[in-house]
């Protein structure tokens, strides 16, 4: 049996190549509507990763379509986020920070921050991942 991530990445895949179909575009085409590369397009279609939240969103509002077009029917991971509004702009980078929503597991996120910030502010974002990885009992 698949886990939850491998659904999403197949049930992106089975959704990217419905609307290349519908449009009778290619992946050039998909890539370019989608304001993606082509190299990122390959990779969902061949379910070598899975989008970020986003990465749907931009993809979606690019081309025109709803996000949950592209999630699984119970919104997998992404269920309770697609329909909040991102904080950041899906247009607007962090440098040196990762977000990505953790696929098998609803709710959460991985981030990875590789930027030089305030000893104060690192101290608060350090204080925050302890908090939340070391609850208390």
Do not use: C
């Not at 992946?27 to 390959?42: C, E, K, L, P, T």
């Not at 077009?69 to 309770?80: I, S």
């Amino acid at each position: 049996m698949l886990n939850k991530s491998q659904r999403a990445k197949e049930h992106l895949a089975a959704a990217i190549r419905s609307i290349m179909r519908e449009r009778m575009w290619n992946q050039a085409d998909f890539a370019r509507a989608a304001g993606v590369g082509q190299d990122v397009v390959s990779t969902y279609l061949t379910m070598r990763s899975m989008a970020s939240l986003n990465n749907l969103r931009k993809i979606a509002k690019n081309i025109g379509e709803p996000v949950d077009r592209f999630l699984l029917p119970d919104g997998g991971a992404f269920a309770e986020a697609a329909t909040t509004p991102a904080r950041i702009e899906p247009s607007r980078d962090i440098a040196g920070v990762r977000f990505a929503m953790d696929a098998d597991r609803p709710g959460y996120a991985t981030i990875e921050i590789a930027a030089s910030v305030p000893v104060e502010i690192g101290l608060k974002i350090m204080a925050l991942v302890n908090e939340a990885t070391n609850p208390k009992a």
